[in-house]
């Protein structure tokens, strides 16, 4: 069964940092396009951040060059670095297979806020 448990959101002021982590059982990332989504309260789920096999990274117009997706398959598991976060980056995020139609995990919740 595969399973994504996410870590290391948190409440952070603006302008602030935090690294999600993403760890999966059940799949070996490595052989997987993985990505990072978020949910903002009463919208829907958006796709954050990308990273393909192929070593390929796409991002959201609005987090390009404050955040970045990296990968250990050895560990099997994604990270998401979020610099310089604003209040709208308040959401849960959730990583995931864009295609494969995987349960979500729980998510972490990310807030940020003065």
């Known amino acids: 069964q595969v399973q994504f448990v996410e870590s290391g959101g948190g409440l952070v002021q603006p302008g602030g940092s935090l690294r999600l982590s993403c760890a999966a059982s059940g799949i070996i990332i490595g052989f997987y396009d993985m990505a990072w989504y978020r949910q903002a309260p009463g919208k829907q789920r958006e796709l954050v951040a990308h990273?393909?096999?192929?070593?390929?990274?796409k991002y959201l117009d609005s987090v390009k060059g404050r955040f970045t997706i990296s990968r250990d398959n050895a560990k099997n598991t994604v990270y998401l670095q979020m610099n310089s976060l604003k209040p709208e980056d308040t959401a849960v995020y959730y990583c995931?297979?864009?295609?494969?139609?995987?349960?979500w995990g729980q998510g972490t919740q990310v807030t940020v806020s003065s």
């Open positions: 990273s393909t096999t192929m070593s390929s990274l």
């Open positions: 995931n297979n864009p295609t494969s139609g995987f349960n």
